[in-house]
């Protein structure tokens, strides 16, 4: 059997291991931060209407510009955006690949603070960019001093920050964001895959007059309860846009994937409606855990990491077989849970207080 050593494959790839977060069929899934709230029936028939609807015409390729989407999306994101200011791609893994894609490349560096978004390093390896994570401090927070100190030391020409951060849930200020930029001459991308559920970390929309190496990266996967529709975007300076258009892959945005979008964002505000109750769950799922003896990070997301795990992998095996799926991201000590619907987290919650009282 031929196995990936035997390929003539990039060097830079060898003993590589590809994302894997586990995809299981149990009754309470919160591994990956989706919205597990179902969509109303009557977007989903709006949808599918949609859907249905460019089916006549799927003959022909889409819209390479899918004008009608950014549009929608501008609308969305509001702040007076322009359609020439955004972007949008097949999830927003695939936006940050194309900033890759077009800022990246041999030679060059980019820098996160870990933990964080795994996918960040392995998107550089594919881009072939050097990555790095420096620190955040003892909870994960970033502060201005140790963004300034970072770029000094490592240079990049890409800053990710992640706002609020992915595994940790810490918030982010707008104070890190601007001292990022004014920090380096090369692009700092704001990564708000889970900016709607935010209570303190505010959108970095805001910052966009005047800063044109600024990228703010969006998802509909997250608060939009879309993910299996693969729709992520950015907000930029409209060269950022074209910059973009040098690197896509003409027409990646397939028509379904084009009026599945724009009917969801005609409903955005009754798909955001579960938004509330995420942040309920969230908030509980932290002041319970704390009861209970552990140690949860503050989230300003739809996830709580926590430590004072004894034994994660261990935890993490015996509430699957309790039907209830969390992540193990790796940290020491510690566990990673989606805030679900409250049966959801009610469930999560007792999985572990079986444990803890066993
Ligand atoms: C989930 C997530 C994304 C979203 O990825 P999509 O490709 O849009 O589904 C992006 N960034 C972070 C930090 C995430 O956690």
Redesign the pocket.
């Known amino acids: 059997m031929t196995s990936l050593s035997d390929l003539p494959l990039r060097e830079s790839l060898r003993g590589r291991e590809p994302y894997g977060a586990p995809q299981l069929s149990v009754p309470v899934a919160l591994n990956?931060?989706e919205n597990t709230h179902e969509l109303p029936e009557d977007v989903i028939k709006d949808i599918v209407k949609r859907v249905g609807a460019v089916a006549h015409g799927i003959n022909r390729y889409p819209d390479r510009e899918f004008e009608g989407l950014r549009k929608a999306l501008a609308n969305y994101l509001g702040h007076n955006l322009d359609t020439n200011q955004i972007w949008a791609a097949?999830?927003?893994?695939?936006?940050?690949q194309q900033i890759f894609q077009a800022f990246g490349g041999p030679g060059r560096l980019a820098l996160g603070f870990g933990p964080?978004?795994s996918?960040y390093s392995l998107i550089a390896l594919g881009a072939d960019t050097q990555y790095v994570d420096a620190d955040r401090d003892e909870r994960y927070e970033l502060t201005p001093d140790l963004i300034r100190s970072a770029i000094a030391e490592h240079k990049p020409n890409i800053v990710m920050l992640?706002s609020p951060?992915?595994p940790t849930g810490t918030p982010l200020s707008l104070e890190c964001i601007e001292a990022a930029y004014d920090a380096t001459d090369g692009i700092v991308v704001v990564?708000e895959?889970?900016a709607e559920f935010a209570n303190e970390s505010q959108t970095a929309i805001s910052l966009l007059p005047g800063r044109p190496r600024l990228l703010i990266?969006r998802?509909?996967?997250?608060a939009f309860a879309f993910?299996g529709a693969?729709?992520?975007y950015l907000a930029a300076d409209p060269a950022v846009v074209d910059a973009m258009r040098l690197v896509r892959l003409p027409y990646h945005l397939s028509a379904f994937t084009q009026a599945a979008a724009e009917a969801a964002l005609d409903h955005a505000d009754a798909l955001l409606a579960t938004v509330a109750d995420i942040r309920v769950q969230r908030d509980r799922i932290v002041d319970e855990l704390r009861t209970m003896g552990f140690d949860p990070y503050r989230s300003d997301s739809n996830f709580v990491l926590f430590g004072g795990v004894s034994d994660p992998a261990r935890t993490f095996t015996e509430l699957l077989a309790r039907g209830v799926l969390v992540r193990n991201v790796g940290i020491p000590n510690t566990l990673r849970v989606t805030a679900g619907t409250e049966a959801e987290t009610s469930a999560f919650l007792k999985a572990l207080a079986e444990l803890q009282a066993n």
């Open positions: 990956v931060n097949n999830g927003s893994n695939e936006v940050l964080t978004y996918m992640c951060n992915n990564d895959a889970y990266s998802t509909m996967s997250k993910a693969r729709v992520g």
